[in-house]
């Protein structure tokens, strides 16, 4: 069976990898997305999105923003609060990178780039005017290769990147009750 072909092969799904997809299939070139997670993946994340982000893309975010912020509060074991009015024009967005990164994901897709998730990078090789990528469900070939896995993935030093000095650092993400004020419900973020 021959290797399927792409203009532009996109490893990595989050906003980087999802946004080239987008645009580029809005283009009218044939694209395919990789991720080794099976999404909608769970990731880590303050969550914060600076409102100048939908100036960038002509669709719409709201569906994909959980909440919009206008004052930080910080606490010392939910004590002790103390608040922080933002300085921006327009209240920060918040969001769940699960369901962000699905939804500019879903963008990309409904111009017709294609998706495979569950599907780890394993390897990549150039071919004179193609790239071969090899991956835990088979390889794909694509003129262009775009590597958008992130922090931690492995196409930078496989393309050559000198070593990336790395930090560790811990992250703990919780849930806990936020009362609104306007009208006394409870939600959770
Ligand atoms: C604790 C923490 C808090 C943060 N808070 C914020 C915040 O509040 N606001 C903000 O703007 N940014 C925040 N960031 C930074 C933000 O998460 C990153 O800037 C952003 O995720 C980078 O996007 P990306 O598309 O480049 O890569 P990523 O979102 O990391 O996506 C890379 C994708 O590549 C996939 N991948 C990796 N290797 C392979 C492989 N071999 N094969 C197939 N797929 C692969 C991964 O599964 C992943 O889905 C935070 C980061 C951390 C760690």
Not at 41 to 64: H, L, M, N, T
Request: aromatic fraction near 12%; include cysteine.
């Amino acid at each position: 069976m021959s290797t399927p072909h792409y203009d532009c092969i996109i490893v990595g799904t989050g906003p980087a990898g999802a946004s080239a997809a987008y645009y580029l299939a809005k283009g009218g070139y044939s694209i395919l997305m990789l991720d080794k997670e099976t999404l909608p993946r769970y990731k880590p994340c303050g969550g914060g999105v600076s409102p100048i982000v939908q100036q960038w893309f002509d669709f719409d975010f709201s569906p994909a923003i959980s909440l919009k912020i206008s004052v930080n509060r910080y606490t010392w074991k939910k004590q002790d609060p103390f608040e922080v009015s933002l300085n921006t024009q327009e209240p920060i967005w918040m969001v769940r990178r699960d369901v962000f990164d699905r939804f500019l994901v879903q963008q990309g897709q409904q111009q017709g780039a294609q998706l495979k998730d569950s599907t780890l990078v394993t390897g990549i090789e150039q071919q004179s005017e193609q790239i071969l990528v090899k991956t835990s469900r088979g390889n794909y070939k694509g003129r262009y290769l775009i590597a958008a896995d992130g922090g931690k993935g492995p196409l930078a030093t496989w393309l050559g990147f000198k070593d990336r000095k790395r930090m560790l650092a811990g992250a703990l993400e919780a849930e806990f009750p936020i009362v609104s004020e306007s009208n006394g419900t409870t939600d959770s973020f």
